[in-house]
């Protein structure tokens, strides 16, 4: 009880030397009300309080003295002023505003710029175009991506039917018909290809290559009806079957054609001896085939493809010249992969160091289909 | 009533932790604070209580921030932004490759697919890598700065004094410390011997403040009876009660709210997201509706992968990160020579974007240094000599020859406490250590350079001080007594100027001793007023030669009762000092006014001092209206919301706020105040005031920087865009809450960072719009391969060779760009509108220059193929038949046929020779990007690194082409070098075109090529 009188009486005097400090100096000063918390400070606070009080004063003094006309001109300076220390605004992306119809010429400045770059490279293009000769490309034969060796190729190609499956396989039924209706239409194709191979074209006046020499500007007919036995490429044969019927196909062995390339083949042993005047006569470009099973096969012609028949360089009217090959003892029922190259060592190897030949698999089989009784 | 604890707070909301802390723990008395924390004054608390509060309340430690494991951080650094549309790559690579595996069991399988998937996985995995360790290296500088508690403390338990863990303090537990401690929590004064303390790191008030038992302020930082944890004690010792640890104390409050803050992601990193998003778009939705149009066109669904997986590789700018990081890094180290530190790469480039910096004033703008710097005396109101910052004064003494300031000076150097504590004569002036308070260290360096090198201490020697009476709050004045010869003793005064001058009944002027008069009152009350205005401290004196007949020598003076007289003396003059700006300061603030950034001061500092500072740095002009809201007014309602030009916010430029003021303001009227005035200081603020300040910067769209150096700037430090922390001064809280760190505590060297911001920004926008020029002839070929059946004029594989090859280079080398010449002109980047990717640069990469690319890489290809026998009209629709493996005499326009494997062979040397035009013609594009608006010839050829790239891209474009295996593995091939040549007219003119741009550009600004193709 004692202690706690004692703690209020402190309490009250404290108070009061707070009343005094603040009479005092509301008499010297004349400190607001709002300096109340302020009184006990420093010296420091007690110099600021001072000064804060002359400046208010001062500003008061200032202010009531000025003229209306003069505060209004000084405030204009100083917005002015304000104004002009401000530096660059920050863009608010209004000066890229091209209107509602910006884009308008937004494209009309892009097809100008695209017609110029287009007119450039159509310029290039053509400038390089007309260099072109009619005949032979800047860059053939060796040392081209082409090569300087023709790469063996084979029809009928099954792949250019883009049937399903990804294997490059020959498959049909001897039995019917519509297994190797699509073999039998691209040769067709090919026979198209060749004078005389559709009986309405008319016959064209070029000599056959044995009697006339092939030249640049004028090609000469490929002679596709002699020595090929039973593997002659006519409308007659394709309507027999042309093998596939009895098993036996003939298969169409030929090289890429490649301007301005002519076989250079190893002299032969056999000399056979020609008659004066046949240019096709003679060792030819010969192909040898293997298989992974026992099958046979026949050659048309035996001698290969004549050289007479080179080189190509493009002429109108120029026949490829090929080779048939007759598959015997095919086996039934079992994938045959059929290799075929040629025999010469001029050909033997592309120029990419890969092996030059035809690879290819074939399947027959001999189903006959159910007939329907009665 | 008494002996209550307060309640722990759990749950603390971020409102909650921005208020300023209200206790009552420095109003009640001793005893009853005693009583609320069961303690003595004398024995503290016993062990025993101590460890039960230790378990209760937790360790005194700060609680550390998160962070993010760095294995996320290298997790994102793979996986994110671009990387992740890679991976999507390499995914179908192998997918791709996988199928080709199970449908082709026999034959050989082409390696292209599982080249490219390696070949991206690992550039993915190397970019991500690189970009992980750069961003760790410059964040693990901070490992330094996780100390900064002071380790141990004397604590009294069970009445025994022991030194103890400062972790291991407690609530109630009685500490001592003394002169060069740290304070160890927050704590009530019970004892104090001459006790001050720097509480700068804290309030920002630079001098040492005085504490004692008493309750001066109802505020917690003001009153003299706390003492804040982490303070530093500078003189005397003392003995407290702690009232609050760890987490609880006022720093802790502050380190919480730094951490609860968000700072929100970088404006760079906005952008980087934006762009990302963006080209992400467009990748897919280009990729997905060739995928679609793949199937309609019937082909095979593995081809389908390939069109959607070039589609999205060509899309992607693989360059953008590493020349982010690379610029980042660069410009970090460049800034690191400047003294910036940059902790956070991506703030460099947040302070290009800057448009308001919030800058603290001691230290900062200032010198931290109370310097002489005006003198009154004969009448008039002179200039003193400047203190050199770093070197010796080698200057003219102006005034050495005027008797009148002789006299002023000897009573300057006689009439101090402080002294240099060491001769160190070789450390420049300004930096020797000085004992004593600010003021007096003031005119103790002052007097030192003027009568040179050690001659203080040399005068005084010839003038011992006899007596003393110390200033105090009652006297407002000190005074000493020294002899001045043999036979006859001065005495000097100085003190509070008013104060000085009624003691004096006389004053020296011109070499003469007049009567005070009226006329002389009035002099120097306007004088007063004047150095008043300038925000100086101003100090009086004065001094009396004894009469030798009362006061012989040998005569015992009495300093507690004066026997000798204290009146009648003779007015000496003035000295006024404050703590100068730094050099280069204001030339900064006006480079930054320039750029278009405005220059705030947020101080703790009194508003007359702070208005003339910013008076001398220019960030209130001269001349220029001021708005004052410092007292309450009694016409406006604070809480009310208020329109500028009315009331109190005056229709002005520039204003002055009160802490006070601004507490009381709602936050439409601040938010009318940042926006509407351009010359804005704020002085008296708080750490949550501080905070509050950015926030309403901020919510009017400025990106703002704060500089700050204490703890109480930590939360406005994590809050701006960017955080300025002072390397020198700083708290170690502030460096970690900050992104920028300034190691010479200089205001000048924002600017610095603020040029290399932009600059930054700058490059940014010159890579990005090269490398994106690339996408367009990548993804070209894949549209003509499925919209005319050409063969494919170009393979992933080689669109790779180009964005990890022959680009990577030259757009990393964009960060070495030299400026242009008016980046420091421009206005702030808007980052509404002025976006990194924009629309124009889109147009500008994609349709102009991309498209003349495109045709440029065509007329190659279809010359290429013209010259092996390939005519434009046959290569129609040819592609179906041209990539059957099978067909193996396949007829040109010659009628020549070709096996797969040739045309396979010329393919690669058409990816080859498009390789090559896109090359040479990014080389153009290269010298094209160098400028955005400068002619090629107005901004030079400096950057060697650029220069250099080309060289390096022609070699690799060689090498690669050329070389056996690497051009086997890369399936490409090379070509003959005359239809290479065919790129060059194409090359030639996107140069003109860019630089016929730029120049309409530079002619008629805002004119329709500016609108068109300015990005």
């Known amino acids: 009880m004692v202690g706690s009188n004692s703690s209020r009486d402190d309490s009250q005097q404290r108070k009061s030397f707070l009343d005094k400090q603040n009479s005092s100096k509301t008499a010297k000063s004349r400190v607001g009300s709002s300096e109340k918390s302020k009184s006990s400070k420093t010296e420091k606070s007690t110099q600021q309080s001072e000064k804060k009080t002359e400046r208010s004063t001062a500003n008061t003094t200032i202010k009531s003295e000025a003229p209306s006309k003069k505060l209004i001109t000084q405030q204009s300076t100083a917005s002015i002023q304000s104004v002009g220390r401000r530096g660059p605004k920050m863009s608010d992306g209004t000066e890229f505003d091209a209107g509602p119809y910006g884009y308008i010429f937004s494209f009309i400045f892009l097809f100008v710029l695209w017609g110029l770059a287009t007119m450039l490279a159509i310029a290039l293009v053509w400038f390089n175009f007309s260099r072109l000769d009619r005949q032979y490309p800047i860059y053939f034969g060796d040392g081209s991506f082409l090569g300087g060796a023709p790469k063996v190729s084979f029809d009928p190609n099954p792949r250019q039917f883009l049937e399903d499956g990804t294997k490059n396989a020959m498959s049909w039924n001897i039995y019917e018909f519509s297994t190797y209706v699509n073999y039998l239409i691209r040769y067709k194709q090919v026979l198209k290809k060749y004078s005389g191979g559709i009986g309405k074209q008319k016959v064209k006046k070029e000599e056959m290559c044995k009697n006339q020499t092939m030249t640049r500007e004028n090609a000469c007919k490929f002679d596709r009806l002699t020595d090929f036995g039973e593997c002659t490429l006519s409308l007659d044969n394709l309507e027999r079957g042309f093998g596939y019927s009895k098993g036996q196909p003939c298969i169409m062995l030929k090289l890429n054609k490649i301007v301005g390339w002519v076989p250079n083949l190893s002299p032969s042993k056999n000399k056979t001896k020609c008659p004066s005047g046949d240019l096709c006569c003679g060792q030819g470009i010969k192909f040898k085939c293997t298989s992974n099973a026992d099958v046979k096969f026949e050659y048309f012609p035996k001698t290969g493809i004549p050289t007479c028949y080179f080189p190509y360089a493009n002429q109108g009217g120029y026949e490829q010249p090929y080779q048939m090959v007759k598959l015997t003892n095919i086996t039934v029922n079992r994938e045959t992969t059929i290799e075929c190259a040629p025999e010469d060592s001029s050909l033997n190897t592309l120029a990419s160091g890969k092996t030059n030949e035809a690879r290819f698999h074939i399947l027959m089989t001999k189903n006959r289909p159910v007939e329907t009784v009665g | 009533m008494f002996g209550c604890f307060k309640k722990k707070k759990t749950n603390k909301s971020l409102e909650d932790l921005k208020k300023d802390v209200v206790i009552d723990d420095h109003e009640i008395p001793l005893d009853a604070l005693f009583k609320r924390y069961t303690t003595s004054e004398k024995n503290g608390i016993s062990e025993a209580e101590a460890t039960n509060r230790l378990n209760r309340d937790g360790p005194n430690a700060l609680t550390p921030p998160k962070q993010t494991s760095k294995w996320i951080k290298l997790a994102g650094s793979i996986f994110g932004g671009f990387n992740f549309l890679l991976w999507c790559a390499a995914s179908a690579s192998a997918v791709g490759y996988g199928m080709d595996l199970s449908m082709s069991d026999d034959e050989e399988v082409p390696k292209d697919n599982m080249y490219m998937a390696i070949i991206l996985a690992t550039v993915v995995t190397v970019t991500g890598l690189f970009d992980f360790y750069q ?57 104090a011997r001459g006790l001050k303390v720097d509480n700068s790191s804290l309030t920002g008030e630079s001098e040492p403040q005085t504490r004692n038992m008493n309750c001066t302020s109802k505020n917690a930082l003001e009153t003299k009876n706390l003492c804040m944890f982490s303070t530093s004690v500078l003189e005397g010792s003392g003995e407290g009660i702690i009232i609050g640890t760890g987490d609880r104390t006022f720093v802790g409050r502050i380190a919480a709210l730094t951490t609860q ?5 970088t404006p760079l990193a906005k952008e980087i997201n934006h762009f990302i998003k963006i080209i992400s778009i467009v990748a897919f939705t280009v990729g997905i509706a060739f995928f679609i149009l793949a199937l309609v066109y019937e082909y095979p669904p593995l081809k389908a992968i390939v069109f959607f997986m070039g589609i999205v590789v060509a899309n992607v700018p693989e360059g953008i990160v590493p020349t982010v990081t690379v610029s980042l890094t660069l410009t970090a180290v460049k800034m690191r020579k400047k003294f910036c530190l940059v902790k956070k790469l991506q703030a460099v480039e947040t302070l290009g974007s800057t448009s308001t910096i919030c800058s603290d004033k001691t230290g900062t703008l200032t010198q931290n240094r109370m310097t002489v710097t005006h003198l009154w005396f004969d009448g008039k109101i002179k200039d003193t000599e400047i203190l050199p910052p770093n070197d010796h004064f080698k200057g003219e003494k102006k005034y050495e020859k005027e008797d009148s300031y002789q006299k002023l000076l000897r009573c300057a150097t006689l009439c101090s406490r402080s002294h240099f504590r060491v001769p160190e004569f070789d450390v420049p002036l300004a930096k020797r250590v000085v004992n004593g308070d600010a003021s007096e260290v003031a005119i103790m360096r002052y007097c030192e350079m003027i009568r040179g090198d050690g001659q203080v201490d040399e005068f005084r020697k010839i003038m011992p001080k006899i007596g003393e009476i110390p200033f105090n709050s009652t006297n407002k004045y000190q005074l000493s007594i020294h002899p001045m010869s043999k036979k006859q003793n001065i005495l000097v005064m100085k003190g509070a100027p008013e104060k000085i001058l009624k003691l004096c009944s006389t004053y020296y002027q011109n070499g003469e001793t007049k009567n005070v008069s009226k006329k002389f009152e009035k002099e120097f009350q306007q004088a007063y007023e004047t150095l008043g205005s300038y925000g100086e401290r101003v100090l009086g004196f004065c001094d009396l030669e004894m009469s030798t007949t009362k006061f012989p020598p040998g005569f015992k003076f009495n300093m507690e009762e004066p026997n000798f007289p204290i009146k009648n003396l003779r ?26 950034i405005r220059v705030v001061m947020v101080t703790g500092d009194h508003p007359i001092t702070a208005r003339a500072i910013a008076n001398q740095v220019h960030i209130i002009e001269e001349n220029v209206q001021v708005t004052e809201i410092v007292n309450a007014d009694p016409k406006c309602d604070p809480a009310s919301d208020e329109i500028y030009g009315k009331g109190r916010l005056k229709p002005t430029g520039a204003v002055v706020i009160h802490g006070e003021q601004l507490t009381t303001m709602s936050p439409k009227t601040l938010k009318a105040v940042v926006t509407n005035y351009h010359q804005i200081v704020f002085a008296r603020t708080s750490p949550a005031q501080k905070l509050q300040i950015v926030e309403a910067f901020q919510s009017v769209g400025n990106i703002v920087g704060v500089t700050g150096d204490g703890v109480n700037d930590a939360p406005a430090l994590r809050k701006a865009d960017i955080g300025i922390a002072m390397g020198i001064t700083g708290t170690d809280v502030s460096k970690q809450a900050a992104d920028m760190i300034l190691l010479n505590d200089n205001f000048a060297s924002i600017v610095t960072g603020v040029e290399e911001g932009r600059l930054i920004f700058d490059n940014l926008k010159k890579s990005i719009a090269y490398t994106l020029t690339s996408n367009i002839p990548e993804i070209t070929p894949f549209m003509s391969y499925v919209l005319f059946g050409l063969p494919l004029p170009m393979s992933i594989i080689a669109i790779l060779m180009i964005d990890l090859g022959t680009d990577l280079w030259p757009a990393i080398s964009f960060a070495y760009e030299v400026p242009e010449s008016d980046i420091m002109q421009r206005a702030p980047r808007n980052p509404l509108y002025d976006k990194l990717v924009n629309k124009r640069l889109v147009m500008f990469s994609y349709m102009q220059i991309g498209a003349i690319q495109a045709c440029a890489g065509f007329t190659t290809y279809f010359v290429l193929m013209m010259s092996n026998g390939w005519f434009p009209q046959d290569l129609l629709n040819i592609s179906e038949q041209w990539d059957n493996k099978y067909i193996d005499d396949l007829e040109d326009s010659y009628g020549q046929q070709w096996s797969y494997e040739s045309r396979k062979a010329l393919e690669s040397c058409c990816y080859g020779t498009f390789f090559f035009t896109i090359v040479v013609t990014q080389w153009s594009d290269l010298f094209a990007s160098k400028t955005r608006k400068n002619s090629l010839v107005m901004q030079g050829m400096e950057n060697h690194v650029l220069n250099t790239s080309v060289i390096f891209t022609c070699f690799l474009a060689i090498f690669v082409l050329n070389t056996p295996f690497v051009n086997e593995v890369l399936g490409v091939q090379g070509f003959r070098l005359e239809i290479g040549f065919l790129a060059l007219p194409f090359a030639f003119f996107i140069g003109l075109y860019d630089e016929v741009r730029r120049y309409f550009i530079r002619t008629y600004p805002g004119g329709y090529i500016y609108k068109e193709t300015y990005y």
Do not use: H
Not at chain 2, 150 to 169: F, H, M, N
Not at chain 2, 261 to 265: A, T
Not at chain 2, 573 to 593: H, K, N
């Open chain 2, 261 to 265: 803050v968000d700072p929100g992601p």
């Open chain 2, 571 to 596: 007015f000496l003059g003035l000295i006024s000092m404050i703590d100068p700006p730094r050099p280069g300061v204001p030339e900064a603030v006006r480079v930054c006014q320039n750029a278009g």
């Open chain 2, 135 to 191: 961003n760790r290296k410059s964040g693990n500088l901070m490992d330094s700065f996780a100390n900064m508690i002071p380790p141990k403390t004397l604590v009294v338990r069970d009445g025994a004094t022991r030194e103890i863990e400062v972790k291991d303090l407690v609530v109630g537990d009685l500490v001592r410390f003394r002169g060069g401690d740290r304070v160890p929590a927050d704590l009530r004064v019970t004892l």
